[in-house]
C-alpha cells in the first residue's frame, strides 16, 4: 500500500510513523520545515482532564504513547473559577471527569495556595487539579517523532508545497504521483487543498497568542482561569502565558504578538502570583475550529482523508489521532474507533455552516 500524508506537524508525523511501522509505504510532504506551522507554535499543554468521554480516551491514549516516546514531563494542571457560574462548572466537570476514572481532584483555593506558595488565591472561588496532567517540547516531539517516521521507512519531502490533482493523485513542482490512499493533516491549508475536490470543510481560523517569560522565582503548576480565560504552563524556569485569540483570515495571521497582549498578560502574571515577569519571546498562532468544537478527522472521498480543526489542542491528542487514523487508512480494526468514528467525522457537516471560530455568534469577524 501507498499513502502519501501532506502536512508534517505532529498529527501528520504520528500517521506517517504508524503507517511505515506497519509496513505501508509512506511519503510525506511539507510545503515548510517540519513542524513549522501551529505545532512548532504549540503552548505544549498535555492533560486528560476531559468531561466528556470521547476527548478523554483520546487524551489518555495520547498521553500513554508520549510517556512511551520519552517526551512527556509531568507538571500538574490547575484549572480555577472566581464568580459563582464558573465555579460551579469547575466542580461539575471535576465530578464528571472523576466518574471516567480520571486522576482529578478538587481543592479549596486556601488548599491551593498552600501546595503552591508563589500562586495568589484571593479571589478563586472553586479550584480542581488533574494530577497525571504534563507538558511537551514541540520541538523535541517533531524533531522525536521525524526520527521514528524516518527509522520506519517513511519519506519526508520538506519545502515542498502540494496539491491534490485529483482524490488520490499528489501534484508537486516535481510533477505527480498517484497513491492508494491520501491523507491531508495540514491545519488551516486543509479547507483550500480538498476544495478544488467538492470537497467541502465546515472549519474557521483564529489567531492565538502566547509569551514565554524569564525566570522566576517559585513553583507552579500548569493553570487555567476560567474566569478570565488565559492559561499557563511552566517552561524554560519561566512560564508560558496563552490568550488573546480573536478571529482571522488565515493569509492575515500575523506571527508576532500585539503589544496589548504582552502588557496584558505580564499584568495578569503578576497580579496572579505577586511574581514581577519579564518577556523572553512572544509569538501568534493560527489555530482552526469546527461549529461543535470537536475536530473534522476521517474518509471525505474514496481514498481521500483529512484531520483539522484542533482547536488548540492538535498536538496534545496527535499520538492518538494518528495512530486512529492509520489503522483506518490501512483497514485496520481501530483502538479506539467506537468514540472517534462517529464524534469526529468530517463528513458531519455540510460545509457552508457560519460559525464563529471561537463560539461567540455576536462578536464582529
Not at 504508524?18 to 512548532?40: M, N
Not at 492533560?47 to 500538574?76: G, H, N, S
Not at 506571527?255 to 511574581?275: N, S
Request: charge should be negative; aromatic fraction near 6%.
Amino acid at each position: 500500500m501507498e499513502v502519501a500524508v501532506v502536512g508534517g506537524g505532529a498529527v501528520g508525523l504520528v500517521v506517517a510513523g504508524d503507517l511505515a511501522a506497519r509496513g505501508t509505504d509512506v511519503t510525506l510532504y511539507e510545503r515548510g520545515a517540519l513542524g513549522s506551522g501551529a505545532t512548532g507554535r504549540a503552548a505544549g499543554l498535555c492533560y486528560d482532564a476531559f468531561a466528556d468521554p470521547t476527548d478523554a480516551a483520546v487524551a489518555t491514549r495520547a498521553i500513554e504513547r508520549y510517556r512511551e516516546w520519552d517526551l512527556f514531563t509531568p507538571c500538574p494542571y490547575v484549572w480555577v473559577a472566581r464568580d459563582e457560574r464558573d465555579a460551579r462548572a469547575v466542580r461539575e466537570q471535576a465530578a464528571e471527569m472523576r466518574a471516567l476514572g480520571l486522576d482529578v481532584e478538587e481543592l479549596a483555593p486556601a488548599a491551593l495556595g498552600e501546595r503552591y506558595p508563589a500562586l495568589g488565591t484571593d479571589g478563586l472561588t472553586a479550584c480542581a487539579v488533574a494530577r497525571t496532567a504534563g507538558t511537551l517540547d514541540p520541538e523535541a516531539v517533531v524533531t522525536r517523532l521525524a526520527e521514528r517516521a524516518r527509522a520506519a521507512g517513511a519519506t519526508a519531502h520538506t519545502e515542498t508545497p502540494a496539491t491534490l490533482a485529483a482524490q488520490t493523485t499528489v501534484e508537486t513542482a516535481a510533477g505527480t504521483t498517484s497513491f492508494d490512499a491520501v491523507v491531508v493533516a495540514a491545519g488551516p491549508a486543509t479547507k483550500p487543498l480538498v476544495a478544488p475536490l467538492d470537497v467541502r470543510l465546515a472549519l474557521n481560523c483564529y489567531r492565538a497568542q502566547a509569551l514565554v517569560t524569564g525566570p522566576l522565582d517559585g513553583r507552579l503548576p500548569s493553570l487555567y482561569d476560567a474566569s478570565r480565560g488565559y492559561y499557563w504552563r511552566p517552561r524554560d524556569d519561566g512560564l508560558l502565558v496563552g490568550d488573546g485569540a480573536h478571529a482571522v483570515d488565515p493569509a492575515d495571521c500575523d506571527p508576532e504578538a500585539d503589544p496589548e497582549f504582552v502588557e496584558t498578560t505580564l499584568g495578569r502574571i503578576e497580579a496572579a502570583t505577586a511574581l514581577t515577569p519579564d518577556v523572553a519571546r512572544a509569538w501568534a498562532g493560527c489555530c482552526t475550529a469546527t461549529p461543535d468544537r470537536d475536530p473534522l478527522v476521517g474518509p471525505v472521498a474514496d481514498g481521500l482523508w483529512v484531520a483539522t480543526g484542533w482547536q488548540g489542542h492538535g498536538l496534545m491528542r496527535a499520538p492518538a489521532i494518528g495512530e486512529w487514523l492509520a489503522e483506518r487508512v490501512r483497514g485496520e480494526s481501530p483502538r479506539l474507533d467506537a468514540p472517534l468514528s462517529g464524534s469526529f467525522d468530517p463528513t458531519r457537516f455540510d460545509g457552508d455552516e457560519q460559525f464563529h471560530p471561537l463560539g461567540d455568534p455576536t462578536a464582529d469577524w
